[in-house]
C-alpha cells in the first residue's frame, strides 16, 4: 500500500506552548488528508478533513483555533496544536487519500504521541 | 457515530482461520466495508474493502451477504503477529462522502 509518514513519532512540550504534526504522503498526491486523535483504550476520533488547497473542515466539537490544520501541497498536511495543555495528551494520527488514484482508501501514518507537561 | 456493530474481543489459535463479524444493518447502496486493523500504538493498517462482491488479497478475504447487511473478514492463517484491533468501516467512496469513522473494533488475540 501507499506509504504516509508522521513526524515527530513522539513529542514532549510545556503547557501553553504550540506543537505542529507533520504528515507526508510520500509515494502519492493526497488531495485529502484527514486527522484523528486517540486517547487509550478508546478508538480514533475524527478531528478534522482537509482538501489541499482549502480550508479544513472541523467535526463538531473541535476547536478550529485550537488545532490549526494546513494543507498547502498534495504531499503535505500539518496539525498545530496551539496552546497545548495536559488534557490535549494524546496519540494523533493522520491518513491521507487520493480519490483519484489507483488506491483509492486513505493510508495511516505511524501516529504522533504528544505528551503535555 | 460509527454504523457498524462488531463483537469486543476474539480469540483465535494461531495457524487457524480467524473470521470476524460485522453487521452493517443501515448500510447504503453506494456505501462500501472497509477492514482496518491497528496494532498497539500505531496508526491503522488498510486490510481491505468491497462493495458487494467477496474481494480476496494477500492479507484476507471479505464475505460480503447479498443483502450486504453484514460481512466476515477471514484471515486464513493467523499469526501472533496478527493480534491487533480490527475496525470494520463502511463509508461512501465518493468526495466528500468519504468519511473512516471508526467503532470500538474487535480485540483479536491470536494464540500459539
Known amino acids: 500500500g501507499a506509504v504516509v509518514s508522521q513526524h515527530p513519532s513522539w513529542v514532549i512540550c510545556k503547557s501553553g506552548t504550540s506543537v505542529k504534526i507533520e504528515c507526508r504522503s510520500l509515494?502519492?498526491?493526497?488531495?485529502?488528508m484527514f486527522w484523528y486523535r486517540q486517547f487509550p483504550k478508546q478508538s480514533l476520533m475524527l478531528m478534522a478533513t482537509?482538501?489541499?488547497?482549502?480550508?479544513?473542515?472541523?467535526e463538531q466539537g473541535v476547536e478550529k483555533d485550537k488545532f490549526l490544520i494546513n494543507h498547502a501541497s498534495l504531499t503535505l498536511s500539518t496539525l498545530t496544536v496551539t496552546s497545548a495543555h495536559p488534557e490535549d495528551s494524546s496519540f494523533y494520527i493522520c491518513?491521507?487519500?487520493?480519490?483519484?488514484?489507483?488506491?483509492?482508501?486513505?493510508?495511516f501514518g505511524q501516529g504522533t504521541r504528544l505528551t503535555v507537561v | 457515530d460509527a454504523k457498524t456493530t462488531q463483537p469486543p474481543s476474539m480469540d483465535c489459535a494461531e495457524g487457524r482461520a480467524a473470521n470476524l463479524p460485522c453487521n452493517h444493518s443501515?448500510?447504503?447502496?453506494?456505501?462500501?466495508v472497509y477492514w482496518y486493523r491497528q496494532i498497539h500504538s500505531q496508526g491503522p493498517q488498510y486490510i481491505i474493502h468491497?462493495?458487494?462482491n467477496n474481494e480476496t488479497n494477500e492479507m484476507a478475504s471479505l464475505i460480503i451477504t447479498e443483502d450486504r447487511k453484514s460481512s466476515t473478514l477471514i484471515l486464513p492463517h493467523a499469526t501472533l503477529r496478527d493480534t491487533a484491533v480490527y475496525y470494520c468501516?463502511?463509508?461512501?467512496?465518493?468526495?466528500?462522502?468519504?468519511?473512516?469513522?471508526f467503532g470500538k473494533g474487535t480485540l483479536l488475540t491470536v494464540n500459539p
Open positions: 468491497g462493495l458487494k
Open positions: 443501515t448500510i447504503s447502496g453506494n456505501e462500501y
Open positions: 491518513s491521507a487519500r487520493d480519490p483519484a488514484g489507483v488506491n483509492t482508501e486513505a493510508f
Open positions: 468501516i463502511v463509508s461512501s467512496k465518493a468526495g466528500s462522502n468519504y468519511k473512516l469513522t
Open positions: 509515494d502519492f498526491q493526497a488531495t485529502t
Open positions: 482537509s482538501n489541499e488547497g482549502s480550508k479544513a473542515t472541523y
